[in-house]
């Protein structure tokens, strides 16, 4: 782990220890797209999927009630939210990790025919690694989904002023579609381009 690895797991750790017991009441009301990013998912037949940042493990619990035979797994580089994460779902398969590098193989002992960022990607210190990262893990076939703040260009500029000034208090730094699109996504933009879904494909 690097120091700059170390500093951050140091802030995740501290902030999400005091927010995870009202995490998911307070993230509806802003983390938008995410429920329309899962049913793109289950949309297409996958058997594996690891979620990088799942959080309380709201995500994987929704995607295993519709989907039960699959295989489930989480990336997660706090611990506060990784202990949440695993009490909530005992039938997936965690690892303490950061995005940049982490062993996704090891997770599920295979490589996932998925992986999945939800409104994670805006907090990692070193996002295109992240991604491109991911994309070469992911099984030959397989797809890397991601949902997020998009640049907000779409809101009237002091609301879109106050949130990127908000968000930064956190560390998150909403995410450039053209930027995404550099990196091989297909994208579709939310209502204002307030969140942005993005799909990567890997080649067989």
Same mark, same amino acid.
């Given at each position: 782990? #690097?120091?700059?690895? #170390? ?18 009441? #307070? ?37 295993? %009630? %519709? ?63 992240? =991604? ?14 991601? *949902? ?20 930064? =208090?956190?560390?998150? #730094? ?13 994208? *579709? ?16």
């Amino acid at each position: 782990m #690097t120091p700059e690895q #170390t500093e951050h797991r140091v802030f995740l750790n501290r902030y999400y220890k005091a927010a995870r017991s009202i995490y998911d009441v #307070t993230r509806k009301y802003y983390l938008f797209g995410r429920d329309r990013a899962l049913d793109e998912l289950l949309a297409a037949p996958w058997a594996s999927l690891v979620e990088v940042g799942p959080g309380t493990g709201r995500n994987l619990e929704i995607l295993q %009630r %519709r989907r039960a035979w699959a295989l489930y797994g989480g990336i997660e580089a706090a611990d506060a939210m990784l202990e949440r994460a695993a009490a909530r779902c005992p039938w997936a398969h965690f690892q303490r990790a950061f995005a940049e590098d982490a062993d996704y193989r090891s997770v599920l002992g295979v490589p996932p025919q998925r992986i999945f960022f939800s409104y994670c990607l805006s907090m990692v210190q070193r996002r295109e690694e992240a =991604l491109q990262h991911a994309l070469h893990e992911v099984a030959p076939g397989g797809e890397v989904h991601v *949902v997020d703040f998009a640049d907000l260009r779409g809101l009237p500029r002091p609301l879109a002023a106050g949130l990127r000034a908000w968000l930064e =208090l956190y560390r998150v #730094t909403p995410l450039d579609p053209g930027w995404l699109a550099a990196q091989g996504a297909e994208l *579709v933009l939310g209502p204002g381009r307030y969140y942005v879904l993005a799909r990567l494909r890997r080649p067989r």
